[in-house]
Structures are given as C-alpha cells and as structure tokens.
C-alpha cells in the first residue's frame, strides 16, 4: 500500500525495501543471502546467523518482560483486593493515539489494566473451538478470555477496529467463552469513538455487572464449557442425507453439484437468493462478518426454516480454504447460526484440500477430483460462450438457446465421459457458438470484472451487475474459476519460494498446475481457431512473473496477488474498463484491488477501473452511478479510439493517392 500509493518514495534518493521474509533465523539468514535487495550490504552468512540469533533471544526476553510484568499485576490485586480489566486488542491498540487513552480512563476507575499478551500463557482456550485458530494474536486472545472467566477479579474489554476482517470471527468466540463462564462481553470499536464519555459508561456497566455477579455468591461454579460439538457426517449418512450445497456461482455450480452427486451422494444445490436471504443472514450471523458469509448462510437457514426438508436427514457442505481470509471461518459462522436457529443436529461438510476438517462419510476422491476440474472447465467455456455471443447476437435469444442445450449436455458429460469425449466435447462447444451470427460494426466497450471471488460470480451478491454492463451497451468479460484455483495452488510453492518452507506440499502444487493445465489444453486450441476473439485461459506463470513489480506474490491473503493480476491481464488483452468488486469488510481485497489502482494506471494510461463496494447496507443507487460512470468514460474512450483509427486510415489513404500519382 505505501508502495503504490506515497508518491515520495518515487524519489531515487529514497531507498525502500520490503520484502517478504521468514521469521526463524536459519531461513531468514537463507532468504537475505538471496535477495538482491540486500546485495549491497555485503553481509557474511556468519554475521547474518548471528544477528538474527540474538535477535529472536531478545524477542523472547521481550515476551518474558510481559509476562512477568502480568503476573506482577495479578500479585498487586490480590495484595490490595482489588479489581483489574484485560484490555485485549491487537498490538498496534496499545496506541494512545489509536485507543483514546482507554487505559487510562478504565485506571482512573480504581481498576487494575493488563492486557491480553501479559496474561495468555497462564491458560489455554479449550479445543476444539468452534472457530479456526488463524493467527497467534487470536490464540493468545481465546486463552485470556479464558483466564479472566476462571477469575472474579478480572473482566475483558476487547478493542477492534471498524473493517478489521476477522475480527468479526474472534469477537464472537470470544463472547462465547466469556458467556461460558457467565461474565460480561463488552467490545469497543476504537474508530467509532468520537468521546470518551459513551466508553466510562459501557465500563460502569460492566463494573455493575461484576458487582451484582459477585453479591449472588453463586453455588455452582460456571463451567466454562464452550468448546464445540461437531456433529460428524458418516458413512451410515451418506446412505440418505441430502446435502445442500450454496450457491456461489451459477454456472460453475450447477454442473459441480452433478460432478459431485456423480459419485454417490444426494446433493442439492440452493439456486434462489432474495432479500430475505439477505435478512436470515443478518439475523444469524455477525453485522461485521463479509457479504459471502452473510448470504451463504442465509442461504442454508432459510432452506432448513422452509420445512422442505427433514433436519434429521441433511446435511450442509461449505468450502473452507485454509488461507488468511475469512472465508477460512465461514464454517464457524454456520456453526454458530444452527445452534442461534435451533439445527445442532445438522451436520456441516468441510469440502477443502488443506487437510482440515474431515469426514468419514465424504471424501475427495481422485475420480470426484478429476470430474470436479472438468465441470470447471465446462464452466469457463459456456461462461465465456454466454457474455461474448450475447452481447453481440443477431437474433435475440439464439446464445441463450444454445448455452441451454450445452449446459444441459455438459451435466451428462462430467458425470460420464472418458478423456476422448471430453476432449472433443470442447471443440463441439465452440463450433456450435460459432455458427451464432454476430454484428460487431458498431463496437462495444469490453468492461472486465475483477475481485472477492462470490461477489464477482453472484448475481445476487453484485446485485446483477453483468445485466447492467450489458444493459449500458457493454460486452462484458468474467474471469475463468479455473484461473481462481491454480492461484490456491500456488501458495505451498510461494511459501517455499518465499519463506523456504513447505518443499514437499511445493512440488505436489506444481504437478496439480501441471494437470489442470492438461485439462485445459484442447480449450486453448480450440479458442484460439475461433474468429470472435475470446480470452484464452490464464498462464499462472505468466500472471505472476506481469505483477512482480506492483506487490510482491507473498500477498496470498484473499484473492491475493491475483485480483491484481487480473486486472493486468485484461488491459493487456484489449480489456481496459475493469469494475473491481469486493465486500465492503474485505480488507485484503482493498490492499490488493483498490490499493494497487493507482500504479496500474500510471503504468497503463488507457485504464478505466471502477471498484465498487457490495454489502446488505450498501447504495444501490451508488452502485449504479459508478458502473454509469465507468460506462459514460469507456465509450467516450472508444469514440476517441475509433475516430484516431479512421484519421490514420484516411491519412495513409491520403499518401498511398499520392504514391499512385507520383
């Protein structure tokens, strides 16, 4: 972000470095020996291992300091019978600039403060959580929520900030524990304080609660028990349970969900999402949480309200990616929305390849994986077949016909096909939507669509946007899934190449690029013999090598380095007009999507990038306007375009006439 965005550090005489490096010395001393950022330094190998040896001594004396000034403050209370507050928040909150001076308010209470790092390694949080554990800072959050609910002396404030991602997931766990042991939750969101006066009151209430708490002298022991029952999905279920798969993207998923229920299993996929989805979402599932995980899960709650469905014989199956993101936790949220609802019974299906969750009655299997890459595939096609004809069709409705008869088709062939089929399929794909005739005379601005991979493939989610691209007289271009996928399969050869871990996961990485771009061979051929001009399918390498300069491919975290790649891609294929859509609370997808917007046009004049935020809350009208405007600037850049072309052409007209005459 401040690479691409401070115009200072442009000047030469500012040397910025920032390069991704691994935190253990062996590797660390490794990394900097390689990078040519450090070449000038001339360090030794001997004076690098040494540094970053007393380095990590110190970062652990550092820990120590805090942990025994922790254990000083509790001897302190106990001495003085007084009572303390654990102000939890992420490190940069200690800040009094950031928190208001909330420490010194909650002190000039009579109130002891500590904060959660001091006090975390005398506990550990029960497992399994319903959450997934993502970061250090929320392993030592849980284990102080922990402690301060064994405690009577002790209650926890936690500090957040407004559109900190996956805050959404820990202030939820971490009321849970503290609700465990019948203790106050209170969060403060440290960037809507505008005086300290609302924060003495919230703290006066929770010092109330801890009063009255204390004068029922309870004769039961709260019992702290918050760890999760997950119901498991087994092989007996498997037998007759229908799973319901949400809709993530429409064309992708109905053929996913028929590779899937291929291969044994009653499988449905949930296809309707209206504002009452939206408001089951809401009800079940934390404001602060993403649009995706507010629509999938109101996806499922509504279908198991709807009475459709006997509880006792459904299941549910939700992606998990094992990454950064929130999306990691999605199964958390769903969790927690059936127990609020009152579906404990229903089991959830990690569908991931990370090795996360596991059930005995569903399984990836090689086949199931091989008929899962094909249904993408199919989907990349007909996706590209559907938006290039439509948008320039003759007879209106002949695209939609012959997308509706290969769908259909496609839903046999990744059930049942041998490689040969499949093979020639593609070609028979093309050819059919090749014989659809076009009228390309007048031309259309060609708008890409990049970003959160929900929102950019759900009609709901982006609220129609393709239907008002093309409405607003646009050709519009979606990113192939598949190219979605090759990036996850990266990471483990990122991580390698970055942090020098993760060499065995790196090379089975490889050979699955490897595959899937055997997979898609036969579509490149058959694209590239085609006369409408479609984009091919990414080159993974290629992309990545394209974004070097503007982030560094460390930024995994969402849609990571990808998204920006995309945007890359696009421009270089004559696609300049991109809207690049996120939820509101995605975070990375600002870093990595807004944040980058402005080197991509200092370095591709001709971009057209419009990001648009998608949300319950957000302005439709807004949305609107903005896709309006990048729409009024791509067609006045079109007109420019052409009317520069019909000049050069007249001009050289012009000279050939007078060649002729000589």
Same mark, same amino acid.
């Given at each position: 972000?401040?690479?691409?965005?401070?115009?200072?550090?442009?000047?030469?005489?500012?040397?910025?470095?920032?390069?991704?490096?691994?935190?253990?010395?062996?590797?660390?001393?490794k990394?900097?020996?390689?990078?040519?950022?450090?070449?000038?330094?001339?360090?030794?190998?001997?004076e690098?291992?040494?540094?970053?040896?007393?380095?990590?001594?110190?970062?652990?004396?550092?820990?120590?300091?805090?942990h025994?000034?922790?254990?000083?403050?509790?001897?302190?209370?106990?001495?003085?019978?007084?009572?303390?507050?654990?102000?939890?928040?992420?490190p940069?909150?200690?800040?009094?600039?950031?928190?208001?001076?909330?420490?010194?308010?909650?002190?000039?209470?009579?109130?002891?403060?500590?904060?959660?790092?001091?006090?975390?390694?005398?506990?550990?949080?029960?497992r399994?959580?319903?959450?997934?554990?993502?970061?250090?800072?929320?392993?030592?959050?849980?284990?102080?929520?922990?402690?301060?609910?064994?405690?009577?002396?002790?209650?926890?404030?936690?500090?957040?900030?407004?559109?900190c991602g996956?805050?959404?997931?820990?202030?939820?766990?971490?009321?849970?524990?503290?609700?465990?042991?019948e203790?106050?939750?209170?969060?403060?969101?440290?960037?809507?304080?505008?005086?300290?006066?609302?924060?003495?009151?919230?703290?006066?209430?929770?010092?109330?609660?801890?009063?009255?708490?204390?004068?029922?002298?309870?004769?039961?022991?709260?019992?702290?028990?918050?760890?999760?029952?997950?119901?498991?999905?087994?092989?007996?279920?498997?037998?007759?349970?229908?799973?319901?798969?949400?809709?993530?993207?429409?064309?992708?998923?109905?053929?996913?969900?028929?590779?899937?229920?291929?291969?044994?299993?009653?499988?449905?996929?949930?296809?309707?999402?209206?504002?009452?989805?939206v408001?089951?979402?809401?009800?079940?599932?934390?404001?602060?949480?993403?649009?995706?995980?507010?629509?999938?899960?109101?996806?499922m709650?509504?279908?198991?309200?709807?009475?459709k469905?006997?509880?006792?014989?459904t299941?549910?199956?939700?992606?998990?990616?094992?990454?950064?993101?929130?999306?990691?936790?999605?199964?958390?949220f769903?969790?927690?929305?059936l127990?609020?609802?009152?579906?404990?019974?229903? &089991?959830?299906?990690?569908?991931?390849? *990370?090795?996360?969750?596991?059930? $005995? @009655?569903?399984?990836?299997?090689? =086949?199931? #994986?091989?008929?899962l890459?094909?249904?993408?595939?199919?989907?990349d096609?007909?996706?590209?077949?559907?938006?290039?004809?439509?948008?320039?069709?003759?007879?209106?409705?002949?695209?939609?016909?012959?997308?509706?008869?290969?769908?259909?088709?496609?839903?046999?062939?990744?059930?049942?096909?041998?490689?040969?089929?499949f093979k020639?399929?593609?070609?028979?794909?093309v050819?059919?939507?090749?014989?659809?005739?076009?009228?390309?005379?007048?031309?259309k601005?060609?708008?890409?669509?990049?970003?959160?991979?929900?929102?950019?493939?759900? &009609?709901f989610?982006?609220?129609?946007? *393709?239907?008002?691209?093309?409405? $607003? @007289?646009?050709?519009?271009?979606? =990113?192939? #899934?598949?190219?979605?996928?090759?990036?996850?399969?990266?990471?483990?050869?990122?991580?390698?190449?970055?942090?020098?871990?993760?060499k065995?996961?790196?090379?089975?990485?490889?050979?699955?690029?490897?595959?899937?771009?055997?997979?898609?061979?036969?579509?490149?051929?058959?694209?590239?013999?085609?006369?409408?001009?479609?984009?091919?399918?990414?080159?993974?390498?290629?992309?990545?090598?394209?974004?070097?300069?503007?982030?560094?491919?460390?930024?995994?975290?969402?849609?990571?380095?990808?998204?920006?790649?995309?945007?890359?891609?696009?421009?270089?294929?004559?696609?300049?007009?991109?809207?690049?859509?996120?939820?509101?609370?995605?975070?990375?997808?600002?870093?990595?999507?807004?944040g980058?917007?402005?080197?991509?046009?200092?370095?591709?004049?001709?971009?057209?990038i419009?990001?648009?935020?998608?949300?319950?809350?957000?302005?439709?009208?807004?949305?609107?306007?903005?896709?309006?405007?990048?729409?009024?600037?791509?067609?006045?850049?079109?007109?420019?375009?052409?009317?520069?072309?019909?000049?050069?052409?007249?001009?050289?007209?012009?000279?050939?006439?007078?060649?002729?005459?000589?």
């Amino acid at each position: 972000m401040l690479k691409n965005n401070i115009e200072e550090l442009n000047d030469t005489s500012i040397k910025f470095l920032n390069p991704f490096l691994p935190f253990d010395a062996k590797n660390l001393t490794k990394r900097i020996l390689e990078l040519k950022e450090f070449a000038e330094y001339n360090f030794t190998k001997k004076e690098l291992i040494d540094a970053a040896t007393k380095a990590e001594a110190e970062y652990q004396k550092c820990r120590e300091d805090i942990h025994n000034k922790g254990k000083e403050a509790l001897e302190y209370m106990e001495k003085n019978n007084l009572k303390g507050i654990v102000l939890a928040g992420r490190p940069y909150h200690i800040d009094p600039e950031i928190n208001h001076g909330i420490d010194t308010l909650i002190t000039s209470l009579g109130l002891c403060v500590l904060t959660e790092d001091s006090i975390a390694n005398l506990a550990e949080a029960k497992r399994p959580l319903r959450v997934v554990d993502q970061w250090m800072f929320h392993a030592r959050l849980y284990a102080s929520a922990e402690f301060v609910g064994k405690h009577d002396n002790l209650e926890l404030i936690q500090l957040n900030s407004f559109g900190c991602g996956v805050d959404a997931v820990t202030t939820d766990q971490v009321e849970e524990i503290l609700s465990s042991f019948e203790k106050m939750y209170t969060l403060i969101k440290i960037d809507e304080v505008n005086n300290l006066g609302a924060v003495r009151i919230r703290i006066r209430s929770l010092l109330a609660s801890m009063e009255k708490r204390l004068a029922r002298k309870l004769n039961d022991t709260p019992n702290g028990n918050y760890a999760v029952n997950k119901v498991p999905f087994s092989k007996e279920m498997r037998k007759n349970y229908t799973i319901l798969v949400p809709q993530m993207a429409p064309i992708h998923f109905e053929l996913i969900t028929k590779a899937v229920a291929s291969c044994g299993y009653n499988v449905e996929l949930l296809k309707e999402c209206t504002p009452k989805t939206v408001e089951t979402g809401l009800k079940y599932v934390n404001n602060d949480a993403c649009y995706p995980s507010i629509l999938t899960t109101g996806q499922m709650i509504e279908a198991l309200e709807s009475g459709k469905y006997d509880l006792n014989r459904t299941a549910l199956i939700m992606s998990q990616t094992g990454g950064g993101c929130r999306a990691t936790n999605y199964i958390a949220f769903l969790r927690k929305a059936l127990k609020d609802a009152g579906f404990e019974q229903v &089991p959830v299906i990690s569908f991931n390849i *990370v090795g996360m969750e596991k059930n $005995e @009655g569903f399984k990836l299997t090689i =086949p199931m #994986f091989e008929k899962l890459i094909r249904a993408v595939v199919y989907g990349d096609l007909l996706q590209k077949m559907l938006t290039k004809n439509r948008a320039y069709e003759v007879n209106i409705g002949e695209t939609q016909k012959t997308f509706d008869y290969w769908m259909n088709k496609c839903k046999e062939l990744v059930c049942s096909t041998n490689t040969k089929q499949f093979k020639q399929s593609i070609y028979d794909i093309v050819n059919d939507f090749e014989k659809i005739e076009l009228n390309t005379s007048i031309k259309k601005p060609r708008v890409g669509i990049v970003g959160e991979v929900l929102i950019k493939y759900h &009609p709901f989610g982006n609220n129609f946007v *393709v239907n008002l691209l093309e409405k $607003e @007289g646009a050709e519009v271009i979606l =990113p192939d #899934f598949m190219g979605f996928i090759k990036f996850m399969a990266t990471h483990k050869i990122t991580f390698n190449n970055l942090l020098k871990i993760n060499k065995t996961s790196s090379k089975i990485s490889k050979i699955a690029i490897n595959l899937i771009d055997i997979f898609e061979k036969d579509l490149k051929i058959a694209l590239s013999n085609s006369k409408k001009g479609y984009l091919p399918p990414c080159n993974i390498w290629e992309l990545e090598e394209k974004v070097s300069d503007i982030l560094s491919i460390g930024n995994q975290t969402g849609e990571g380095w990808f998204l920006t790649a995309e945007m890359i891609e696009y421009i270089e294929n004559d696609i300049p007009n991109i809207v690049c859509v996120q939820p509101f609370a995605c975070l990375p997808n600002h870093v990595v999507g807004k944040g980058v917007i402005k080197t991509i046009r200092n370095k591709f004049p001709e971009a057209n990038i419009t990001p648009v935020d998608y949300d319950p809350g957000a302005s439709e009208a807004n949305q609107t306007n903005r896709i309006k405007l990048l729409m009024t600037v791509a067609k006045d850049n079109l007109k420019i375009q052409e009317n520069s072309k019909k000049k050069i052409i007249e001009e050289n007209n012009v000279e050939n006439t007078k060649l002729v005459h000589k």
